[in-house]
């Protein structure tokens, strides 16, 4: 019997001893389990990687993290696509070196101790690095227990995540088919965008680039013109295809805090499911404001990486879905403990979950989507033909909901080999400066 049997079996024969002798001391309990995994060799990592890889040529970074049982091996999400590189040296510079020779199957402990091995801490960097091995960390135990992750977290609490999708169209015209043809895929929750964040094709003159100020290449917004569209999308959208299908918004931190304030107030009429990043985490101050204005239901988070980012907005009840991206935060470990805290306050989930998240990190999203309580929606994804290669084991979508595979952890495993034929673009990969008409930047 090889020893992920031999523990399974010491499991059952712990759970059926308990059930036929309830009267029995919990030493003697104790004792039997010591005596039926006496013997086995504690699991070490080994080594700790990370593997860059852009299939769908966004570029994601996974880490693997082996261990002492030959063949025994998790995978961790640690996707920054503006900065792969530097998680990379994160993860096999200073992650691997640490965590070498470390116990496996202490996660808590683990990320207890790698999330100060930097002294200095709570950055973008540096958290999706701990995240890709605490990650890794949770696949290899579920391995262990032979369950999938959910199984870890306490189990189902609905059968499938919820998801919604994106629709986006540059005028209404084109919107309303997108948004008919997600409705027609069974999506109940649609994320409804003029055009790109802001809505830039709406704004007419770019005097920047007349003036030669920044690069021809840089991109334009106004505030003015996108937020006075963005309201007639609204009220288009819900009276051509009716009350039922939910909408979502991203004004993604783009505009002054007080136009936002007026535009989440004007949507409200419009009963959205939720307004996306209504301020840039520096504006985290103008929640207040916000909740005494409306009470049209806020997500916030995919900046955030620092607790002291969220635990404010949450305890005071400001915002109504929390919207981090995990690994950005840390992972798994981190993001339960803020899904715990959310359960308290009425606030739900919404993870992070664009392109720039691997199937890993989406397995990862869904798994702790399945097991708490207070879910709210998932942001789906489409894979390409090549991720899914890559990926075997990738998250699936029916019906509007996400489903994860029943194998052991995360589910997902990686094709080293195929990963490799698809290095990272030559482009480094930066977000693209939006400016005002007159040059000025605007925040993200
Ligand atoms: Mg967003």
Redesign the pocket.
């Known amino acids: 019997m090889n020893r992920r049997n031999l523990i399974k079996g010491a499991g059952l024969g712990l759970a059926t001893g308990l059930f036929s002798m309830a009267s029995k001391t919990e030493e003697a309990i104790a004792s039997e389990y010591a005596k039926a995994t006496k013997g086995l060799p504690r699991l070490k990592i080994t080594n700790v990687k990370a593997i860059l890889t852009a299939p769908q040529r966004i570029r994601l970074c996974v880490v693997k993290v082996e261990t002492s049982e030959p063949g025994l091996y998790g995978l961790g999400c640690a996707t920054f696509n503006q900065r792969p590189l530097p998680v990379a040296v994160a993860v096999d510079k200073y992650l691997n070196p640490f965590a070498k020779g470390r116990d496996a199957d202490n996660i808590e402990d683990m990320w207890q101790n790698a999330y100060t091995s930097s002294y200095w801490r709570n950055g973008p960097v540096l958290n999706n690095a701990l995240s890709g091995l605490d990650q890794a960390l949770w696949d290899i135990k579920g391995k262990r227990a032979n369950m999938p992750v959910y199984q870890l977290l306490g189990g189902k609490c609905r059968f499938a995540a919820d998801c919604y999708t994106h629709c986006s169209g540059r005028d209404l015209k084109q919107l309303e088919s997108s948004v008919r043809r997600a409705m027609k895929e069974n999506f109940r929750h649609i994320r409804i965008q003029l055009g790109g ?1 802001g809505s830039p094709h709406l704004s007419e003159k770019p005097h920047f680039k007349d003036a030669e100020f920044g690069l021809s290449s840089d991109s334009h917004m106004d505030p003015g013109p996108y937020v006075r569209a963005t309201i007639k999308m609204f009220e288009h959208i819900r009276s051509a295809c009716g009350e039922e299908v939910e909408l979502l918004h ?1 004004i ?1 931190e783009r505009i002054p805090p007080i136009q936002a304030i007026n535009l989440v107030k004007e949507l409200e009429k419009y009963h959205p499911f939720f307004i ?2 209504p301020f840039a985490p520096e504006d985290n101050g103008y929640f207040k404001l916000l909740r005494q204005q409306t009470s049209t239901p806020i ?1 916030m988070g ?1 900046l955030f990486n620092n607790p002291h980012e969220w635990v404010g907005l949450v305890s005071e009840r400001l915002i109504d879905f929390i ?1 981090v991206h995990i690994s950005q935060i840390g992972g798994l470990t981190v993001a339960r403990k803020l899904a715990a805290l959310c359960e308290w306050f009425n606030v739900r989930s919404a993870w ?1 979950g ?1 392109g720039d998240v691997s199937p890993v990190g989406h397995a990862a999203n869904a798994h702790l989507d399945l097991a708490i309580p207070n879910f709210g929606i998932q ?1 789906s994804v489409r894979f390409s033909d090549k991720t899914k290669e890559v990926f075997p084991g990738y998250p699936t979508m029916k019906d509007g909901y996400m489903y994860v595979n029943e194998a052991p952890g995360l589910g997902v495993d990686i094709d080293e080999n195929l990963a490799a034929k698809f290095p990272l673009p030559e482009h480094p990969g930066y977000w693209s400066p939006v400016r005002r008409s007159d040059g000025t930047a605007v925040r993200p």
């Open positions: 964040y991203d993604h996306e990043d997500a995919e919207r992070h664009p942001e």
